[in-house]
């Protein structure tokens, strides 16, 4: 299964040699999109290190700058005030619903049905429309700065932020309709693709595919960051650890992400929405490991400086390239439909996978 | 009484230039005549279809469809009036590519496959009751030559899968044949109740049946017209059941190597196949041409047949338009749950309608029902068989059902 | 007077499909004028007031059992390079003349027609009532060996997978 193939995982080779019908040995073969990001964030100031980093994780650019960002925060001993992290957890949020219904459209591609992909495109199209109006990029925000974020909100982004909820949390049933209560769908994926808890434990499975494996763990409520210690959610988890129990995982925390949101509007502060540096600061020597809960799972990155004003090591630890070891053990004589829909499943993209 | 199974389109035709120029058309004309009819409306019923389609589609997706072809004044007046002159543009596109046989081919085949799927189409619509009395030729082996006929629809895959010179795509091909043909069986079985209802193959008598029995046969044989429903949905190729096209995401489909009017031909003759087998479950257990709720006149008059004629397409339009949001509700059925689905339950399921249909008829002899009759015993019949297939449920998982 | 045209035209139909079937180089085409003689034979079924049993002969034949020949042809690995011998002819002229005065000899001896002259119609009907009626035991003798080759062939399919469903 070639580089190029109509379904949107990008550009992942899988190598299969099959017996018929069925797959006997799976070999993924990352690289494809390769493009030395960590070599390149050696060569910029830190500052500019951050447009570098959007392009990590295209569909969740938030996500992939913070974890940069405070790494660089935790080395430079920098605390942004509380606005930037109310608002940094807002980004978050609204990040991991774009991510995760384009998840879902996509997954349904793979499965066969078409029709649930323009559903979920329209409504990420509303929350698009958000991020545009607050850091004027619908992709790669580049918002996410050390010690806050590049721009204020306003009132009027709050507003349209819960006016968005407000007519996009009634949906969310609309979708699982289409799919949950259809034979076809859960003979294709109940009991497809398990992913038993010590399997989780050998690879650093984490996010939601550890959460469908019955392991209540979330970065956000372990090692919370930005606001989340002041927050309330639950974490959903399922025991299955089959694809099917991977999608209710995402789609239960879809409501979560709404219910953040809207206890973010509630609670928000006013004041500085970022410190005063200077474009070009010197972070002290030292190294430093921080990671947060991306919508694919635990996005870590190791930071080094040697004291000047650009890194000295940048190394990002991505859920998706961890994930796409298991492959070679899952794909074992499974049929050809099933392997897209176990690949799927992950919620795996590969720009995060070959930086 | 006048016997409304005698005549055929063809005697009409003899009839009509008869009295109006007194000449006696040889009977291979008139053949012929009929045949380009025929070929025509396939052609046109085709278009028609595509466009309605892919506006369906676009309905269901929250979308408008193509909208740019055709007049824009009827564009901007509403979705359903835009872009009337896409499948015309698309066919004519398709007309203007290059036919390209590629050299390691074997041309024999590859040629012959779309040639044939059309061949077939054609041949099976021969006796499809369009009108009272108007079907090309009402043979009295009716529903049978369609089933028939239809059957080498299966040698067209074949033929187009081995032509394509890549194993993958020849597998792709046989998977297809295996699925049709497993599909043939509760196909047959499904139509063999009304077949013991109306006492005999022809359609034209099936329809007239269903006036004796003063019902639609779809009630005493429920079962059989959802399972016919089914396989001829699998029998067709299309989602849920479109493993062949599907397989051309990951390696290529049996039709990758066609192009330009090949490919269309074998487009043509799915959405031709629709139709057809939309229009055999109409005629077989909707009722076909007879209107409900008004008795068949004695004698045929021109707007009875007209009227019959509509009544006829919108049954038909109708199940199409199911099998048309059927595919754009559902994901994709894996090729063994498949075979599972009919053998096990489909096949079991048909030879219990033939029992029910059995009982019916055998009622209707002895106690001379009329339909209300008819209908009330089909429909215990049919709440016993639900609570009996509740025996059979399938599990849920356990978690799905917390959240709201 | 059609009936003799059409009478011609499929005999033609038939009689060189079955040639090319025993001589065709290419097995696969072989295959394919096999379908073409069981289709040219169901035509002259039909053209003998007989269009149940043509219908029964596309169907099965044609769209059943000549599709499952194809699927050998298929699956077979160098279908191209199998070697067809071609030395056998004087037995083979020799089998043929052996055949061709059998059937000569049956068809000029035969009674074609009854004693009364008149002509029997045969339709679906009288096929089903002698099936259900008269030739009854036949008729389910038939569906159990049916019946008994199909639980064969699963079985075999079974074994030949080593357990694998």
Known sequence: MGPQHPSTHGVLRLVLKMDGERVVDCDPVVGYLHRSIEKMAENRTFTQVIPVTDRLDYCTSMTSNYVYVLAVEKLADLTPPPRAEYIRVI??????????????????LEIGATTPFLYSFRDREKVLDLFESACGARLLYNYIRIGGVSQDINQAFLDRMIEFLDYWEPIIPEYEQLLDENPIFYNRTVGVGIVPLEMCRHYGVSGPNVRASGVAEDVRRDDPFAAYSELEFDIPVEKECDVFARYRVRMRELRESARILRQCFEKIPSGPHGLPLNYRFKVPEGETYVHIESPRGDIGCYLASSGGDMPWRCKFRTPSFVHIQLFKKLLEGVLIPDIMAICASFDIVLPETDR | MFDWVQLSGGDHILDFVTRSTGYQLPGIVIMLVMLALILGFICVSSLVLIWAERKVAARIQNRVGP????????????????????????????????????SKTDAVPFIAAPILIVTVCVTAFVVIPFAP???VSDLNIGVVHVVAISSLTVLSIVMAGWSSNSKYSLLGGLRSAAQMLSYEIPLIFALLGPILLAGGLSMQKMVLAQREYGCWFALPSLLGFLIYYVASIAEVNRPPFDIPEAESELVAGYVSEYSGMMFAMFFLAEFANMFLVCSVAATVFLGGWMVPFMAVPDQPTAGYIVLGALVFFAKTSFLVFIMMWIRWTFPRVRPDHLMNLGWKYLFPLSLLNLVICA???VLKDVYHLNGWGISAVSVVSLLLVVLLLQLVRIPRPTSFLEQA | MSEAIAFYLLSAMVLTSAWSVVRNENLFHAGLSLIVCFVGVAGIYVNLDAPFLGAMQVLIYAGAIAVLLLFGFMLTHDLMKVKQERNQHAAGIFGALLMASLLIGVILNAQWFPASGQLVKFGVESLASRYMKQDLVSFEVVAVLLLASLIGAVVIARKEEGGRE
């Open chain 1, 91 to 108: 980004m978050t949020e609204l990040n991991r619903i774009a991510s995760h219904l384009l998840w879902y459209g996509t997954f349904c």
């Open chain 2, 67 to 102: 909208m740019m072809t055709g007049p824009r004044k009827w564009a901007e007046f509403s979705m359903w009036t835009g872009g009337l002159l896409q499948t015309a543009a698309d066919a004519i596109k398709l007309l203007l590519k290059e036919l390209i046989i590629p």
């Open chain 2, 133 to 135: 009395s108007f079907s």
């Open chain 2, 359 to 361: 009982g019916v008829a």
